[in-house]
């Protein structure tokens, strides 16, 4: 059904004449009776008599009238829902105790009013095609792996360089240390299940073990974060590496250690992507929140892969 018909039809019942109708909708009085006209024939029923007073809506008119206005209310919600600002803002953060996360309570701290979605994606390309499509309006994603360049329409900036720490049980070679250097864990054996090649993450570690000949092992399923502790703690020759500002609770008895990573730091890059014509208003807040609270990057003594822009 025509909108345009049934909003013809509620102004000329709330006016009474087409000629007011026409005035009020900035259209002629022959472009409202064609509309209503068409509205009749679609319906298949007449709306209007034409009186020496102008137009009286008919029996069947008179039960149309709060259903079209009902249909019009309908529509300007639906328009609403969409509307840049009437929203919410909607935000892949790739996992709910990581950094991102943690980067968007601050933003929903600093700005309550705002409305936020907040969801979690996997691989880079089911982000990236979401932000195209209008599905979400930005995704925190580590780096561009190298040979897969953004899609000149997805604009982003690096946002927070995340140091990784070495995460062992309370029997590992290394749990008594302060801190360690990357020299010292060439020949331990470093865990991480969820390591998935070809994705931005896999690209990373792939570089950080060539770089420093570290052994990282990907063996095995992986059962979520809960198995892993699991498992370091009771597994003296294995450790894992973790952000510095991935929030996991263990059990006291696990015994697990996090111990900074220097000389140099490992640190795994943040960017936030969005779509560059995207007009919601609370995104431009959300980067310009970001841009204030975040550390730069590119610290002297930390390491990222050659291909990690510098942006």
Known sequence: MDLDTVRTFVAAADAGQFQEAAAELAVTQQAVSKRIAALERNLGVRLFTRTARGAE????????????????????????????????????VINFRGSASGLMRG???AHPEIDLDVMML??????INAIRSGAIDASFRAVVAPGRPLPEDIESVRVID??????????HALAGARSVTVAQLVG????????????????????????????IEATGPNFGSDAL?????????????????????????????????????PVY????????????????????HLAATTPGHDAPGTWTPDWVRPR
């Open 122 to 127: 996997f691989e880079i390309e089911t982000a």
């Open 188 to 215: 331990h054996r470093i865990w991480m299940p969820g390591i998935v090649p070809g994705t931005e993450w896999g690209a990373y570690y792939d570089d950080l073990v060539a770089e420093f000949g570290l052994t």
């Open 57 to 92: 809506l008919t029996i069947d008119g008179q039960a149309f009238l709060p259903h079209a206005r009902e249909l019009l209310r309908a529509a300007e919600r639906a328009v609403e829902s969409v509307r840049p600002g009437r929203r919410p803002l909607r935000v892949d």
């Open 269 to 288: 890059p943040h960017s936030l992507l969005w779509h560059r014509d995207n007009p919601h208003p609370a995104l431009a807040t959300l980067r310009t």
């Open 107 to 109: 933003f929903h701290r």
């Open 229 to 265: 502790l699991d498992t370091i703690a009771d597994t003296p020759a294995l450790a894992t590496f973790m952000g510095e500002h991935t929030r996991l609770v263990w059990p006291a008895d696990h015994g697990l250690r996090r111990i900074p990573v220097t000389d140099p730091t």
């Open 162 to 171: 995340e140091p990784l720490q070495l995460l062992t049980g309370p029997a």
